[in-house]
T-cell receptor, first 116, second 114 residues
Framework: ETGVTQTPRHLVMGMTNKKSLKCEQH?????MYWYKQSAKKPLELMFV???????ENNSVPSRFSPECPNSSHLFLHLHTLQPEDSALYLC???????????????FGPGTRLTVL | DAKTTQPPSMDCAEGRAANLPCNHS???????VYWYRQIHSQGPQYIIH???NNETNEMASLIITEDRKSSTLILPHATLRDTAVYYC???????????????FGQGTELSVKP
């Protein structure tokens, strides 16, 4: 248990559906992240939020839309996805700044997404 | 951020030390070396980090060469539960309000065998 929870853990959706992934961190951190992990590939950073502002969008298609309503919650809204978007989506949080050298990221268990 | 090179896979006997190497020959003076691991189908887990001194915690030891161009993660007594993909990541100290950025490579798949 890392203090970062993700729901749902598994999701199957059609290409015309709209769904949302939810992430919640209970660690009091000020930065949150979405990563994508496709089969046999390294983790890819998608979005970074720091103090609820998006500070990085790593060339992610617009069919993925992140939302960070407060420092504890992060959403990833999905619409008109493609089968190649099937992957493990991981959320992470960290405490950035304040002179800390390591800024350890804590990861949630991930949502396994299958797009049919 | 500097690029890292790791062997794709390694085997280790249970109870023995697992030594995982990482090359980061282009590391800059302000960049730290981080190690994470990912057990199958779970989120990555932080293990240890260092700048230039050797580091040890309850999970592992990190040995960084004097020129900082390579490092070794040591799991002193590997167990079956240490079977995972181990990632070596080099990253600079962050500017406040910029958020973190971990660039994961392919990592080393460690198999601990009975």
């Amino acid at each position: 248990e890392t203090g970062v929870t993700q729901t749902p853990r598994h999701l199957v959706m059609g290409m015309t559906n709209k769904k949302s992934l939810k992430c919640e961190q209970h660690l009091g951190h000020n930065a949150m992240y979405w990563y994508k992990q496709s089969a046999k590939k390294p983790l890819e950073l998608m979005f970074v939020y720091s103090l609820e502002e998006r500070v990085e969008n790593n060339s992610v298609p617009s069919r993925f839309s992140p939302e960070c309503p407060n420092s504890s919650h992060l959403f990833l809204h999905l619409h008109t996805l493609q089968p190649e978007d099937s992957a493990l989506y991981l959320c992470a949080s960290s405490q950035e700044g304040g002179g800390s050298s390591y800024n350890e990221q804590f990861f949630g268990p991930g949502t396994r997404l299958t797009v049919l | 951020d500097a690029k890292t090179t790791q062997p794709p896979s390694m085997d280790c006997a249970e109870g023995r030390a697992a030594n995982l190497p990482c090359n980061h020959s282009t590391i800059s003076g302000n960049e730290y070396v981080y190690w994470y691991r990912q057990i199958h189908s779970q989120g990555p887990q932080y293990i240890i980090h260092g700048l230039k001194n050797n580091e040890t915690n309850e999970m592992a030891s990190l040995i960084i060469t004097e020129d900082r161009k390579s490092s070794t993660l040591i799991l002193p007594h590997a167990t079956l539960r240490d079977t995972a993909v181990y990632y070596c990541i080099v990253r600079a100290r962050l500017i406040y309000n910029q958020g973190g950025k971990l660039i994961f490579g392919q990592g080393t798949e460690l198999s601990v065998k009975p």
